[in-house]
Structures are given as C-alpha cells and as structure tokens.
C-alpha cells in the first residue's frame, strides 16, 4: 500500500471535516456473513446497504476511515463514466448498455439521496457541472455529448465560449456544456457519514486493521490481520481500489496507480469569490490531463490536476498546479495557498469499472478512473444487492477476470511518457 509522506492532515478535507465515527482496531477473532475490506466509498457503501438487508457485515480498514481516495478527492460528484451513452451502447449492446447508462446517470442521485436520508452532516451543494472545452474539437465533442444525455431526459445543456466565460469566471475555454445532476461535498465529511450510517445499520467496523492474507476453507473465507486476530466469513468483498497491496495476485499490476494532486487557496475576499464559479458549479475540462477545480463550502478555491507518479518530496510538486491557477484566475494573486494535498486514482486499462469474481465468494470492485465519489458509492450499493441476492443483473458492469498491464514494472516509464505526450498535444493554459 502507498505510504502517505503527507498524511490526511494537512490537507483542507482534513482541516474541516465532521469528527469520524469512533472505530477500534479488530481486538478479538470474528465471525460474520461478509467480510468487506476497504474503509472508502465503495466498502462502507457496500456494508452499509448489506447492513440494511440485515446481512451481518464486518469491515476492515487498514487505516482509517477515508484514508484512500475517499478522503482526499475534489468532492466534485459528478455523474457518468469516461464514455459517452453512445459509446457504450456500442461496447456493451443495447440491453447491457442501456442498463449501464441508467446506473452511470444517477450515481449523483444516490450521494445526494444518501446524505439526505441519513442526516448526514457534509457541507453540500447540487449547482451543477461545467466541463470547459480546452479545443475547438474538444467543444464539438462536448457538445455532442450533451446532446446524447439530453435525448435521455438529462438536465444538461451545451454552453458557448460567453456563458462558460461568465459562469466559470476565466475566459480560457472554448465553451463546454454543464450537467445540472452533479454537485459538491465536503468528501472526508462525506465518507465519515457513510460510516456513521453503516454502524447504526448494524455494520462492525474496525480501523487500523490490514488484512495481510485471505485464505478459503471449507466454504469460508478467512482473512488475516497484521494484529493477529482473523476475521472470517462466507463472503469477502475487497473494495481496495488503488490502495490496495498484493492480497489477490496481479489485482495490483491491472491498475495504474496514478497520483492526483491538489492545491486550496486560503478563503477569498467576497469581491473576488464573486466572480469564480458565482453560481456554484463545479468544473473539470477536456484536457487529457485535465484540470479540475471548484470553490469549498468556505469560499476557497481548490485546483487539482496532474502531479509526479512518484509521491511528493515538498511544497515544489505543487508549484505548477499554484502557477496554472493564477493563469486561468488572476484576480486570486493576493491569496495565499492554504493546502496542498494528493492521492491515487485506480485506472484501468480500458477505462471502465471492473468487478472480479476470481474464486466463489470473493468480489473484488476496483478501477474509478478518478471519478469515483458517484460510482463507487452507487457501486457498494449495486455489490451489496448481489451478495445478497445472486442476481448478476445487478451489477453495472460484467464480472471480468483480472488482467494485469503488459510490462507492469515499467508503469513509471509508461506514465510519464504519456504524460509527456499528453503535456504537448493538450497545449498550455
Ligand atoms: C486527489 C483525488 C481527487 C479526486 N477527485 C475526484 C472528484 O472530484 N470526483 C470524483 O468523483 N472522484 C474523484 N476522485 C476519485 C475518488 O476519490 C475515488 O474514486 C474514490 O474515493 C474511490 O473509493 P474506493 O472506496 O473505491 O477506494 P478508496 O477510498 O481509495 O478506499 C480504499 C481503502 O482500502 C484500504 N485498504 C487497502 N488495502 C487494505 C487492506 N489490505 N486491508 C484493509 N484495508 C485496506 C485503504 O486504506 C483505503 O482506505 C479523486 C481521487 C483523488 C485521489
């Protein structure tokens, strides 16, 4: 598992998140119907929704709760997956993609409805997603992806070179179009409440307890802790995502564990918050190394884009993502920088989810593509039903087996030449 050289901390989730539910390390060996391993998102969506089927639930974490990508994303929800509703039609058929399509469209609606029907107490705002257009051709696209969500009832609308001007606040894009399902959470915040309400549903959570084996015996699973005691169940579901180690052989080699940094203004002056994002949206753009940003419940300005492979050794691997900032928004020169942060995204050589079935009772959901705050809340829910069902329906996308990445140990040197790559032919801000 990477280490965490900047832990949670520092980072501005860290600094203003609602206190964790409180959770012990696994003291004693323990039974149950399903092992869950994995304190994100999909882990504690997964055994909250069991949990709710009165299926006896334990979940593992190695650290704590949100200490992966769950605790130190954007916050920015935002539906859909990297293809377009056509594109899938075409990868998966009309029956399979369609279904696909229904649960990649409301992935937003299942955090929104789970914060409201929870009570959870996570800053959050439904203004919207604008995805700016970087290229004219980029525009084309993002017009005609607007165009197929529209034509299955989506509240979207493409958006011209003035509107995204005026409601993102630069006039560095071409235009783009902006998806009104989409919203913002306080991400930290976020995954504390799933927590919360996957314990008064009944789930046991233990935090600061890696599995370090997982073995099959007799019809059950049993998995190891680095503390000694064993946690053992009928089924295991392994929500690891890119933090995840070497418990399933070559489930490590078929992600690229790509690093995502971040950076926080300290809180703006009203005169300036005033013209970025005035009406609340969140944004991202086409850049293949896209930047994506968005304001805090607090009025700071957050940026995230690309950063080292490697992870951070100081305040320099954040430096061209504070000079892009200033680019696109000049007028936020007078403020400080208050946080920077980073942390891994799973991606998958096809861009898509995956679930894995590799032995009877052992699901393994891994591959968010660094848009996972919908997916894999809406992914733990869609696992949880077929654990507890059997019914294959359920699951977004089809079991696969797990294929590692040719040449694995050369990933570092196949990043940065794509990131090189990406780096000319996505042009300067
Ligand atoms: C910097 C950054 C920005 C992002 N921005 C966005 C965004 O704005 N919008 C969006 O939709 N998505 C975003 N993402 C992606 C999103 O955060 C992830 O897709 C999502 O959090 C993944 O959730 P998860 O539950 O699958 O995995 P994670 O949250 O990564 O959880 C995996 C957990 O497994 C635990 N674990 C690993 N091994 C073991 C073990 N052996 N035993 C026990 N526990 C173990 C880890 O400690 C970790 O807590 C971003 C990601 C990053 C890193």
Known sequence: M????????????????????????LAASAQADVLVVGGGYAGLSTALHLAERGVRVVLLEAREIGFGGSGRNGGQVIPGLKYDP???????????????????????????????????????????????????KALRLAHDRAAQWARLGADVQPLDRAQVARLIGTDRYQGGWVDRRAGAIQPLSYVRGLARAALSAGAVIHTGSPVTGLTRAGGKWTAATAGGPAVTADRVVMCTNAYGGDLLPGLKASIIDANTFQVATAPLPEAVRAGILPE??????????????????QGRLLMGGRGPFREPKGQQDWAHLERVMLKLFPQVAGS???????????????????????????????????RGVGLQTSMGRAMAQYVATGDANALPVPLSPV????????????VNAVVSWYRMTDGGV
Do not use: K
């Open 280 to 297: 609340g949206h969140v944004t991202s753009d086409t850049r293949n190394l896209l930047l994506y940003f968005r304001l805090d419940h």
């Open 403 to 414: 294929v590692p990445f040719p040449l694995y140990g050369l990933r570092r040197l196949y």
């Open 86 to 136: 056509d594109a899938l039609i075409s990868l998966f058929g009309a029956e399979r993609g369609e279904r696909l399509i229904r649960f990649a469209g409301s992935t937003a609606d299942t955090v929104f409805n789970l914060i409201e029907r929870h009570g959870m107490d996570v800053p959050h705002v439904r203004g919207g997603w604008i995805q700016g257009a970087h290229t004219a």
């Open 2 to 25: 990477p280490q965490a050289p900047f832990p949670l901390s520092p980072s501005l989730w860290a600094a203003t998140a609602a206190a964790p539910p409180p959770t012990q390390p």
């Open 336 to 370: 400080p920088f208050e946080y920077r942060w980073c942390g891994r995204v799973a991606v998958t050589r096809d861009y898509l989810p995956h679930l894995h079935e590799p032995e009877p009772g052992l699901l393994v959901d891994i591959g968010c593509q660094g």
